[in-house]
């Protein structure tokens, strides 16, 4: 698998798992807790 490939699918299971532990959760959240754009997080 290609790295990047790889790297995106870690950080889609990464922010699945913090959802899942979390529960409801704001995009904000999401940005503050991984460091990346809405807009990155809107795609997933």
Known sequence: MKTS??????????IYLYIKQK???TTNELVEE???TQRT???I
């Open 5 to 14: 490939t790889d790297r995106m699918l870690t950080r889609i299971k990464s």
């Open 23 to 25: 529960g409801a959760v």
């Open 41 to 43: 997080i809107n795609e």
């Open 34 to 36: 991984f460091g990346t």
